[in-house]
């Protein structure tokens, strides 16, 4: 019996392997049989193994109260629980007590350095969405333990690269600041900067984020700003831990969230939310001959079943492989968090464009 047991087990991991599919919105076991707690995650390619980072979410909340979850693999599809590469805290008024939030991180290796860098979106316990921070964390090894460098907002005192005049041109714009929202005047003062004039000395908001690595090496922080109205994107130092004041806005009043970013050939694109929360709604999808822009709006990519929900999710990941770029989305369930599913798509190109069309299971 204990045999036939053994057997089955050896069979069925092969079973598994073998298949090597992807089933969107179903559930995903690691190797102990769970359900993969890494939402809003990133992958990092690292010594060809495949580094799976993600929100751990619990049964109740949404809010942290394990911290940043590690998962790696070989293939794909079988991942091995790593633990917790960056864990809340139990003090009192710690940036990163329990009950915080942590939201999309990504790693990144720096091999000037040799450290993995962590970057994530990080709001104070208790605050709600108030702080709209960025969180920092190095380490020596993938899985962590990552090491807390700091929190904050982007780029203060610093004007974005691609703004029209200069920060004394804005000055009229407090006049639009306690205006009613979403008037036509009020948005053309959120197009012209109010916001980012208004956060210019603490520096930029920072919520939905993840961070994109160029083939030469330069790394940036790409994140919903401006009350998640505009999104910018920060160039990051020599060794991705902090921001070199360069800048720009894009999609400024385009309430854009859930930034994923790749590069094909000599194009940058840029695959986006809009702003509904938890509730999915359908991408976006942008296209830039550099990072720096200019930015250009393009349909929505999705195709098939749901495409005008992104399939029920919201995008978090583009992993760019050598055999082509997956699309990871969260379809989130705030009810009961920790069941939220992972969407992996392919990318296909159609005309020049970026197409992502619903499959219900396909491999690698
Ligand atoms: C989503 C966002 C998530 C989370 C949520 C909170 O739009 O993408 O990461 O912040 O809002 O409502």
């Given at each position: 019996?204990?045999?036939?047991?053994?057997?089955?087990?050896?069979?069925?991991?092969?079973?598994?392997?073998?298949?090597?599919?992807?089933?969107?919105?179903?559930?995903?076991?690691?190797?102990?049989?769970?359900?993969?707690?890494?939402h809003g995650?990133?992958?990092?390619?690292?010594?060809?193994?495949?580094?799976?980072?993600?929100?751990?979410?619990?049964?109740?909340t949404t809010a942290?109260?394990?911290?940043?979850?590690?998962?790696?693999?070989?293939?794909?599809?079988?991942?091995?629980?790593?633990?917790?590469?960056?864990?809340?805290?139990?003090?009192?008024?710690?940036?990163?007590?329990?009950?915080?939030i942590?939201e999309r991180?990504?790693?990144?290796?720096?091999?000037?350095?040799?450290?993995?860098?962590?970057?994530?979106h990080?709001e104070?316990?208790?605050?709600g969405y108030?702080?709209a921070?960025?969180?920092?964390?190095?380490?020596?090894?993938?899985?962590?333990?990552?090491?807390?460098?700091?929190?904050?907002?982007?780029?203060?005192?610093?004007?974005?690269?691609?703004?029209?005049?200069?920060?004394?041109?804005?000055?009229?714009?407090?006049?639009?600041?306690?205006?009613?929202?979403?008037?036509?005047?009020?948005?053309?003062?959120?197009?012209?900067?109010?916001?980012?004039?208004?956060?210019?000395?603490?520096?930029?908001?920072?919520r939905d984020?993840?961070?994109?690595?160029?083939?030469?090496?330069?790394?940036?922080?790409?994140?919903s700003?401006?009350e998640n109205l505009?999104?910018?994107?920060?160039?990051?130092?020599?060794?991705?831990?902090?921001?070199?004041?360069?800048?720009?806005?894009?999609?400024?009043?385009?309430q854009n969230e859930a930034?994923?970013?790749?590069?094909?050939?000599?194009?940058?694109?840029?695959?986006t939310s809009g702003c509904t929360g938890w509730a999915p709604n359908r991408?976006?999808?942008?296209?830039?001959?550099?990072?720096?822009?200019?930015?250009?709006?393009?349909?929505?990519?999705?195709?098939?079943?749901?495409?005008?929900t992104t399939?029920g999710g919201q995008g978090t990941?583009?992993?760019?492989?050598?055999?082509?770029?997956?699309?990871?989305?969260d379809i989130w369930r705030p009810k009961?968090p920790?069941?939220s599913?992972?969407?992996?798509?392919?990318?296909?190109?159609?005309?020049?464009?970026?197409?992502?069309?619903?499959?219900?299971?396909?491999?690698?």
């Open positions: 019996m204990k045999i036939l047991l053994l057997l089955w087990m050896f069979l069925s991991a092969f079973i598994v392997r073998a298949e090597g599919t992807v089933r969107s919105g179903a559930v995903w076991p690691d190797n102990r049989g769970q359900h993969i707690n890494a995650g990133g992958i990092l390619y690292h010594d060809g193994r495949y580094y799976w980072f993600g929100e751990h979410k619990s049964a109740e942290a109260l394990v911290g940043i979850t590690c998962y790696s693999s070989e293939n794909l599809t079988d991942w091995r629980y790593e633990g917790v590469a960056l864990p809340v805290t139990d003090t009192a008024g710690d940036e990163l007590e329990r009950g915080c942590m991180p990504k790693v990144v290796y720096n091999a000037s350095t040799r450290k993995f860098v962590l970057w994530f990080l104070f316990k208790g605050q108030g702080a921070r960025y969180g920092v964390a190095v380490s020596d090894h993938p899985t962590g333990p990552y090491r807390f460098l700091r929190s904050g907002r982007v780029n203060a005192g610093v004007q974005p690269l691609n703004m029209k005049g200069s920060m004394a041109d804005l000055d009229t714009l407090d006049v639009w600041e306690n205006a009613e929202w979403w008037t036509p005047q009020w948005r053309r003062a959120v197009e012209d900067g109010l916001f980012m004039r208004r956060d210019f000395d603490g520096g930029q908001m920072a984020q993840t961070v994109f690595v160029d083939t030469d090496g330069r790394a940036y922080h790409i994140y700003s401006e505009t999104l910018q994107i920060a160039e990051l130092s020599p060794d991705y831990t902090a921001h070199t004041g360069r800048y720009i806005r894009v999609a400024p009043g385009g930034p994923t970013v790749f590069r094909h050939g000599d194009t940058y694109w840029m695959v991408a976006r999808l942008f296209s830039a001959p550099s990072i720096w822009g200019p930015w250009r709006q393009h349909d929505n990519p999705c195709r098939g079943k749901d495409a005008d399939f990941y583009i992993l760019s492989t050598p055999k082509g770029h997956i699309f990871m989305a009961q920790d069941d599913r992972y969407i992996w798509l392919p990318i296909t190109f159609e005309d020049g464009l970026p197409v992502i069309q619903w499959r219900d299971e396909w491999s690698f």
